[in-house]
């Protein structure tokens, strides 16, 4: 399978505990981006990043929250301090603009996290 | 401020009525307009993009700047159609998704 890949499919952690999630992109793709998505919302835009370059970060993300892209390839999404509203469906999606402005994002299966 | 509003969270129709999910925006700027789907079981994945003047599995949805609105239609509902639509729309760079509709298509 060439599509995006994350890692772990599910996490579950106490609160208080810290979690690291993991994602590939596919591999020419040069725009990696990070969604959360909650029962009955559409996907919440976190942050994304073009080559390592972090262009854009929610104002919404907490200072809790990180992400890493540190050879333009896989990315890490960190939460530090995990709180029970962190629980989400939390996605990675990868797109190459080479195709154009309105080049598709290619969606991964995501990471359920369960703050406990 | 940019806003992408799904007004309906879930559509049910019969096999063979036609659908309309709808979908309005709020942006400044000279929007660019997509909707994506996700079936039972599967990722999130491009359904259309209003540039492409597409119609894909049947669908098609026109820009309406006017209105500031971007529904998505198909003419004849069939039961694979029923999934989870989200309207999203290209914010410098990122996408803006809306809530989502759920379609739900009965023989």
């Known amino acids: 399978d060439t599509g995006v890949s994350q890692d772990p499919r599910h996490k579950i952690t106490k609160r208080g505990q810290n979690v690291t999630f993991r994602c590939d992109p596919i591999?020419?793709?040069?725009?990696l981006y990070w969604y959360r998505q909650t029962l009955g919302q559409g996907p919440e835009f976190l942050t994304y990043?073009?080559?390592?370059?972090?262009?854009?970060k929610s104002r919404l993300l907490s200072d809790r929250f990180s992400a890493e892209r540190p050879k333009g390839s896989f990315s890490t999404l960190e939460i530090q301090r995990t709180e029970q509203g962190d629980s989400a469906m939390y996605l990675c999606?990868?797109?190459?603009?080479?195709?154009?402005?309105?080049?598709?994002?290619?969606f991964g299966n995501g990471t359920r996290l369960t703050v406990t | 401020a940019q806003r992408v509003t799904q007004p309906e969270k879930l559509l049910s129709v019969f096999k063979g009525a036609p659908v309309e999910l709808k979908c309005n925006y709020s942006?400044?700027?000279?929007?660019?307009l997509f909707w994506y789907v996700q079936y039972s079981r599967q990722r999130l994945q491009l359904l259309l993009r209003?540039?492409s003047r597409e119609s894909i599995k049947g669908f098609t949805a026109d820009l309406n700047k006017g209105e500031t609105s971007f529904h998505l239609k198909k003419p004849f509902a069939q039961e694979e159609d029923s999934a989870m639509y989200y309207c999203?729309?290209?914010?410098?760079?990122?996408?803006?998704f809306g809530q989502g509709t759920e379609l739900s298509v009965k023989p």
């Open positions: 990043f073009q080559n390592e370059a972090q262009l854009e």
């Open positions: 942006y400044s700027g000279s929007p660019e």
């Open positions: 591999s020419e793709h040069n725009r």
């Open positions: 209003h540039i």
């Open positions: 999606a990868s797109s190459d603009p080479g195709q154009g402005p309105n080049s598709p994002l290619h």
């Open positions: 999203a729309l290209n914010a410098r760079g990122k996408l803006i």
